[in-house]
């Protein structure tokens, strides 16, 4: 129980910050014809931001099943990879349903809070998975119904909640380990990359996330490999 509630309290933060971009996809998905239970809906069962805010537009327009498989593997194929790193670190009780749950409910923050742990126990990842996926079903149903009173002042301040609450989980870790920040820089170099070199730009948002991530790790991990691990 213990660490059911660390993870809870772990879990404030980023349920705040899904809180405030699902409210954002409520609005959003109201507006491409959806019905609040069915944004509510599409919110509780996938769990992915980006995802979900391509996936409602591309349903906008009927018949188009395969460009939406495609976007959708491309923009998350990176939760593959994070769920695969931090099953190194998972409690030998955390195994059967449990990773089923784990797959569900990875997300970036989540994954960025749960890879700190020295053992990631199958109660500490449930505290930390439930204010988030409570905050997400929750703004996206807040969005969908009351999305039309607020000012766009106010939603486009919303839209910039996530990266903050982001910056917050990684600069504590950034202060004590020099790795992670030289991690940061080269993956921050490579997204500006995707973002202004032409060739690349044309990569889609969820390759060039895994290839930033991936390939930057992998430089450290060459650079500054981890001395005294476990073999």
């Known amino acids: 129980m213990t660490n059911y509630k660390r993870g809870l309290l772990a879990g404030i933060p980023i349920a705040l910050g899904y809180?405030?971009?699902?409210?954002?996809?409520?609005?959003?998905?109201?507006?491409?014809?959806?019905?609040?239970?069915?944004?509510?809906?599409?919110?509780?069962?996938?769990?992915?931001?980006?995802?979900?805010?391509?996936?409602?537009?591309?349903?906008?327009?009927?018949?188009?099943?395969?460009?939406?498989?495609?976007?959708?593997?491309?923009?998350?194929?990176?939760?593959s990879f994070m769920s695969i790193a931090l099953s190194q670190k998972l409690d030998r009780k955390f195994r059967g349903i449990w990773r089923w749950i784990l797959g569900f409910t990875i997300t970036d923050e989540i994954f960025a809070v749960a890879i700190s742990e020295d053992r990631v126990t199958r109660s500490f990842f449930a505290g930390l998975s439930t204010l988030p996926y409570i905050g997400w079903a929750l703004g996206t149903l807040l969005g969908a119904l009351l999305g039309n009173v607020l000012p766009a002042s106010i939603l486009s301040a919303l839209g910039l909640a996530l990266y903050g609450m982001f910056v917050a989980i990684v600069v504590p870790v950034m202060k004590t380990e020099r790795p992670v920040i030289l991690v940061v820089i080269i993956a921050a170099c490579l997204s500006i990359a995707f973002t202004y070199i032409p060739v690349l730009s044309k990569v889609s948002s969820g390759i060039a996330i895994s290839i930033c991530a991936i390939l930057s790790s992998t430089i450290i991990a060459l650079i500054k490999p981890v001395e005294g691990g476990e073999a």
């Open 19 to 79: 809180l405030s971009v699902s409210f954002t996809f409520g609005i959003i998905a109201i507006s491409y014809g959806l019905t609040w239970w069915e944004a509510t809906l599409i919110s509780m069962t996938t769990v992915t931001s980006a995802g979900q805010f391509s996936g409602v537009q591309t349903m906008r327009f009927p018949g188009l099943w395969l460009d939406m498989l495609i976007s959708q593997l491309t923009i998350n194929v990176r939760y």
